[in-house]
């Protein structure tokens, strides 16, 4: 979001921002329609909207004529006038994949690859980018998921040695010159599946995803607000020092074990930031482990404070749909009116 005072830029956007939002809610519309929409006057509206064609953004359809007389114009949105391309490595039997998935405006898939890789690395990154835009050169923007943490333009923490310390976002972005985004992939997935499952705007989510071959993650959602933390640090839950070791297979082989662990993680982040839902991912999960769960938190917490509990059965489609949804927010930020320099 930019935040900047009323001037004639500003009205401009706003007014396209407008049309375009209708536009893009489907269907198609005459500039009459349009205007009535928006609150614009039909001359606004017109302007605007001749603008958006002229950029391709928007398209005129088949002209309508429902009571016999003379066929008004419609218009619609062109959701393929600009592609985001999102992508971010895929851990399976120790082979290393990059799921590369592009989308229209509509969050629509155009095109999905995995490459296999040997490693993940800044020159193989850009190999597979460069392949991707040189086959759709309409990406406008970039959305890289990678587990971890960034700090100050560098990343701090990550599953991928090769990476720590480097600024790959302002790296690619250069090269590039397109916006470009990099997310948590456990803060991508809270996003995905509240965007998805929960509906709320003003939601309030912990996602805790264990991957198995490393300590679980968290992504936290606060009235609809991702948390990060000072230092892009929140959500490590590995580090909460529980005395359970993560990485142990023989915690995974009990689910007497598992559930206890599980339910003192739920507790100590419920207890500290409450949030009203908890998503929870994992392979050794069932249903029937989460009303378990369920039952130890209800030992450990006051019951008005007791959250919802789901499972989520598809971490990389949650993963996938939070990166798209981040990625197009990059391509058509929005705008804030304030007032003087607040």
Avoid at 32 to 56: K, P, R
Avoid at 262 to 275: C, G, H, M, R, Y
Wanted: with cysteine.
């Amino acid at each position: 979001m930019v935040s900047i005072s009323g001037n004639s830029f500003v009205i401009r956007e706003i007014n396209t921002n407008l049309v375009r939002n209708v536009l893009k809610s489907g269907g198609q519309y005459t500039k009459q329609q349009i205007a009535a929409s928006t609150g614009l006057t039909s001359v606004t509206a017109a302007t605007v909207l001749n603008q958006l064609i002229a950029s391709n953004e928007a398209i005129e359809v088949e002209l309508s004529s429902p009571r016999g007389g003379r066929p008004a114009h419609q218009f619609k949105y062109n959701p393929d006038h600009a592609h985001a391309l999102v992508l971010f490595p895929v851990e399976a039997k120790s082979n290393v994949r990059i799921r590369c998935t592009v989308v229209n405006l509509f969050g629509e898939t155009v095109s999905r690859n995995d490459f296999k890789v040997p490693y993940l690395e800044i020159p193989i990154l850009e190999e597979i980018i460069d392949e991707i835009i040189m086959s759709y050169p309409k990406i406008s923007a970039i959305g890289l998921g990678l587990p971890g943490a960034e700090h100050e333009g560098k990343i701090i923490v990550s599953d991928y040695k090769s990476l720590i310390g480097l600024p790959l976002v302002e790296h690619l972005r250069i090269r590039y010159q397109r916006p470009v985004i990099m997310e948590n992939d456990v803060n991508s997935a809270v996003i995905g599946y509240s965007e998805k499952e929960l509906g709320n705007d003003k939601a309030s989510v912990a996602y805790i995803y264990f991957p198995g071959t490393y300590p679980p993650g968290s992504g936290l959602l606060l009235n609809g607000r991702l948390l990060k933390g000072d230092s892009n640090f929140a959500g490590e839950v590995s580090f909460i020092p529980l005395g359970i070791d993560w990485t142990d297979k023989e915690l995974y082989s009990s689910q007497e074990k598992t559930s206890d662990a599980v339910a003192k993680l739920i507790a100590t982040v419920a207890s500290i930031l409450n949030p009203r839902d908890f998503v929870l991912n994992g392979d050794f999960l069932t249903k029937g482990q989460l009303e378990r769960i369920h039952e130890k938190c209800m030992a450990l917490l006051p019951e008005k404070v007791n959250p919802r509990l789901h499972l989520s059965d598809d971490f990389n489609r949650d993963y996938l749909n939070g990166m798209i949804h981040l990625t197009l927010n990059a391509i058509e930020p929005g705008v804030v009116l304030s007032r003087g320099g607040f």
